[in-house]
């Protein structure tokens, strides 16, 4: 059966050529990269160019990154250092929109006793400027706002609201997981503070992350113990996935041409496809502002874990924002936040693409996809 | 990625008796779009009240719908009052067994059949339960009375659980402490239940069912004014008890005895306990 995969925001493939840089570190060169022999100083090196490559894909200087084991310990990271080294100041600033990464760290504080303002989202998921604002006071410790929106895939202004957090002395945090290796970012021209990223959502395996601290930022470290990553992150060197990870920011600077043109046109097709055989449906998101790789159209009347489980039949991997799949009740936090009604929050599938879709895999899923739909809908009492 | 056994797939994937019936004299519809799921079943009732064929449709997840489906089955053949009798247990059982969380699939099941043979028989459409009972949680539109239904009828014990049968405090969780009070009342019911005298009690079992009832039913009533009680001694009928903290000094311990103690375990124990202070 032919096999569809477009759940890359969930996770990816780890690409072959992150893969053999990998083995020989799971092999002979296992040294302790702090170590004062030859064990430790050939992987030492290796731990340095990984840095390297990060440093290059985002252009910002390697001793600015440190590695993590995962996009969720870059946020709980930066929230702890920004809070720690800033303790007179007891407010956060964020969004309705934001990973659980960052949401249930911001629902920790605001139970230790800090305030929060979490900004609205319009009817497209565009974040409200004049709102954001408003809430930035002399008490804020920290704005932390996604880069890029994992469900609809929204890009935020963030050059705009790094700028004016900048004016006003705060701190900037941006979880830029889903937005690192998909388009470019330039950190010499944007005035981020923090910065966290994942590697398994740019064909590195899972377990591996990075937070960028902008040289000057006090940081304060949330892991204690040895003096690894300059002593601000304790625990030795993961040190195969760390390679892993700078080789997949080499291949995202190859393919981010191709990523922002073929995976968007490709996606462009495939939603395009959805939305004339198939009606009732419509696009959740600001088509204009969106991940080149991105597409969550809703359904209306349908249920969406029911859709998931059928497209599985035919071997096409997708995920949706509906209460079911989650083990919740209710439709998922970003496009409540956004007004989706409900009769289409139910039934809302993302479809995200990476540089290994094909045309034929589009094809594929524009041929067979009409069919689920049309067969839950038959079921469904609900048929306006 | 949800456990669903083979059966649920089964039904699922090639659901039984899909679509409107249209000879249909009994139709339930329970759920709704915003709830996120919803089922329209539909029957076909004889004079002498036997269900000759059944068919739904429904609006959610894999398991919503094999419910539906392995419902309208299992009815077909059914006198009206034996179909009455059915609880979502059974749907669920004949499922193989559903996720914890989706348990209010097989509610929602049992809800519609209930609806529809109420609609047959030419009561009012909204069930038994959603009638009578008070509105607890808002968002999901559930009742006490559906809650205490599904807390007995399922032995539900927590919260979690009576959220993953009825849906109830799953959304905004403002009703969860109504829930829990509901479910404390419940539960406490359960155990007075089981503590019901027996014909002959020995020594032993009158003991410790006083230290239960002392322990679950006085006691708090006494901490919360700043006093206490300790079991010294049960002997036959006679139950011995010492009041300490603030009851000790009280003028009104004797009150206390009477009126708190002794009626308590009267009531749960034996109806002919007597209370002494030792």
Not at chain 1, 253 to 271: C, G, I, N, T
Not at chain 2, 108 to 134: D, F, V, Y
Not at chain 2, 161 to 186: F, S
Request: charged share 25%.
């Amino acid at each position: 059966m032919k096999s569809v995969y477009l759940d890359n925001n969930a996770t990816t493939a780890v690409a072959p050529e992150v893969l053999a840089a990998m083995l020989p570190y799971f092999g002979d060169l296992y040294g302790n990269p702090s170590s004062m022999h030859s064990f430790g100083g050939q992987v030492a090196g290796a731990v340095d160019e990984a840095r390297e490559s990060l440093a290059e894909l985002l252009h910002c200087e390697p001793e600015e990154l440190i590695f993590t084991a995962s996009g969720t310990e870059s946020d709980n990271s930066a929230f702890w250092s920004a809070l720690q080294s800033q303790p007179e100041k007891r407010h956060i600033v964020t969004s309705k929109v934001e990973h659980p990464a960052v949401l249930n760290v911001c629902q920790f504080w605001e139970r230790e006793g800090y305030h929060l303002t979490y900004l609205d989202v319009d009817h497209l998921g565009r974040l409200d400027m004049e709102q954001y604002k408003k809430s930035l006071t002399p008490d804020t410790a920290l704005v932390s706002i996604m880069f890029a929106n994992n469900e609809v895939g929204n890009i935020f202004p963030i050059q705009t609201l790094s700028e004016l957090a900048r004016e006003k002395g705060i701190l900037f945090h941006t979880d830029a997981v889903q937005a690192v290796g998909k388009i470019p970012i330039d950190l010499r021209h944007l005035p981020v503070d923090m910065l966290s990223l994942s590697g398994h959502k740019i064909n590195a395996p899972k377990g591996i992350g990075a937070l960028y601290v902008r040289k000057g930022v006090r940081f304060r470290s949330f892991l204690r113990g040895g003096h690894q990553e300059l002593g601000r992150r304790a625990g030795t060197e993961n040190v195969p996935y760390i390679v892993g990870l700078g080789m997949a920011a080499k291949l995202s600077q190859e393919f981010m041409q191709k990523e922002r043109v073929d995976v968007a046109l490709l996606r462009d097709q495939l939603e395009s496809g959805l939305l004339e055989s198939i009606p009732d449906a419509r696009v959740n998101g600001d088509i204009e502002n969106r991940l080149p790789n991105t597409s969550n159209i809703s359904f209306k009347n349908v249920e969406g874990e029911a859709i998931l489980l059928l497209l599985d039949r035919l071997g096409i991997a997708a995920s949706s924002g509906s209460a079911c799949t989650s083990g919740s009740l209710e439709p998922s936090h970003v496009l409540r936040a956004m007004g989706v009604p409900f009769n289409y929050a139910h039934g809302s599938i993302r479809l995200s693409l990476s540089r290994y879709t094909t045309e034929d895999d589009v094809k594929y899923v524009l041929k067979e996809f009409p069919g689920v739909i049309k067969t839950l809908r038959d079921i469904s009492p609900f048929k306006d | 990625m949800w456990n669903y056994t083979q059966t649920v797939n089964d039904h699922f994937l090639r659901p039984h008796n899909v679509g409107p019936l249209k000879d249909a004299n009994a139709i339930g519809e329970v759920g709704s779009l915003s709830c996120g799921d919803a089922l329209k079943l539909y029957l076909k009732i004889s004079d002498d009240g036997v269900i000759e064929k059944a068919t739904f449709e429904t609006f959610g997840c894999a398991s919503a719908i094999a419910s539906s489906s392995v419902l309208t089955d299992m009815v077909v053949g059914m006198k009206v009052d034996d179909a009455l009798k059915l609880t979502n247990k059974d749907i669920t059982n004949a499922l193989g067994g559903l996720p914890k969380q989706k348990m209010h699939c097989s509610v929602m099941g049992q809800e519609a059949l209930e609806a529809a043979i109420r609609n047959w028989k030419g009561e009012p459409a909204t069930s038994h339960a959603h009638e009578e009972g008070k509105l607890v949680c808002k968002c999901f539109g559930v009742t006490d009375a559906q809650i205490i239904q599904a807390i007995r009828e399922n032995n539900l014990k927590t919260v979690e659980e009576v959220t993953d049968y009825t849906k109830a405090g799953g959304a905004c969780g403002q009703c969860l402490n109504e829930i829990a009070e509901i479910l404390a009342h419940e539960l406490k019911q359960e155990s007075l239940k089981e503590i019901q005298p027996k014909k002959r009690m020995t020594n032993v079992q009158r003991m410790q069912k006083a230290l239960k009832v002392i322990d679950e039913e006085i006691r708090p009533k006494l901490v919360a004014d700043g006093g206490d009680i300790e079991l010294v001694d049960v002997d036959g009928k006679r139950v011995l008890v010492s009041l300490r903290g603030r009851c000790s000094q009280c003028k009104s311990s004797e009150v206390t005895l009477r009126d708190l103690v002794e009626k308590t375990l009267r009531e749960h124990v034996e109806p002919d306990i007597i209370v002494e202070e030792a």
